[in-house]
């Protein structure tokens, strides 16, 4: 890869991380539980316009910085990275932002959920019921996704900000 394409991408990276970092606690209450939409829309955002490696990535890293400062849980790693990895592998397969946001409904909402289950009784101690996260991620990454929908929807913005930073 050329090194002006590279560093590119690393710069929209290191934003979006920035994003999902400073922004990831802002949160609203939903049906008893906490839509927190920024990690969802930065995963589907990144993983359109970088790619799944790029999302898993990041998802990673915004995951570790949050926990480091103390806004995070280890919950974050299953439902971010393979919801983020998800959907970069969906949108990457079928060219197709709806194909990328399913993919991180999917890989949160459920797969992540589920796999958050063991974290949070074998690690953290907490006694949950197998399905008990599904409902809070899912909701939390339809409301993420669809601000990531619509934000990559208007062809100005996507065509005009993301033309800079990708090649």
Same mark, same amino acid.
């Given at each position: &890869?050329?090194?002006? +394409?590279?560093?590119?991408?690393?710069?929209?990276?290191?934003?979006?991380?920035?994003?999902?970092?400073?922004?990831?606690? $802002?949160?609203?209450?939903?049906?008893?539980?906490? &839509?927190?939409?920024?990690?969802?829309?930065?995963?589907?955002?990144?993983?359109?316009?970088? +790619?799944? +490696?790029?999302? %898993? #990535? =990041?998802? *990673?890293?915004?995951?570790? /910085?949050?926990?480091?400062?103390?806004?995070?849980?280890?919950?974050? $790693?299953?439902?971010? &990275?393979?919801?983020? *990895?998800?959907?970069?592998?969906?949108?990457?397969? *079928?060219? =197709?932002?709806?194909?990328?946001? %399913? #993919?991180?409904?999917?890989?949160? #909402? $459920?797969? +992540?959920?589920?796999?958050?289950?063991?974290?949070?009784?074998?690690?953290?101690?907490?006694?949950?019921? /197998?399905?008990?996260?599904?409902?809070?991620?899912?909701?939390?990454?339809?409301?993420?996704?669809?601000?990531?929908?619509?934000?990559?929807?208007?062809?100005?913005?996507?065509?005009? %900000? $993301?033309?800079?930073?990708?090649?």
């Amino acid at each position: &890869m050329e090194k002006k +394409g590279l560093s590119k991408k690393l710069a929209l990276s290191g934003v979006l991380i920035a994003i999902a970092t400073i922004l990831g606690t $802002f949160s609203i209450p939903i049906f008893g539980a906490r &839509m927190s939409p920024v990690q969802h829309f930065v995963n589907v955002v990144t993983a359109v316009t970088l +790619g799944p +490696g790029y999302a %898993l #990535g =990041n998802a *990673f890293i915004a995951s570790t /910085l949050r926990n480091i400062l103390g806004t995070g849980s280890l919950l974050a $790693f299953p439902g971010s &990275m393979i919801g983020a *990895f998800l959907s970069g592998v969906l949108y990457k397969k *079928f060219n =197709n932002i709806e194909a990328g946001l %399913l #993919g991180e409904i999917i890989g949160t #909402g $459920f797969i +992540g959920a589920l796999v958050a289950y063991p974290i949070s009784t074998l690690i953290l101690g907490k006694e949950v019921a /197998l399905f008990a996260y599904v409902i809070p991620f899912c909701i939390s990454c339809i409301g993420g996704g669809i601000i990531a929908y619509t934000f990559l929807k208007i062809s100005t913005v996507r065509k005009v %900000l $993301f033309s800079f930073f990708i090649d």
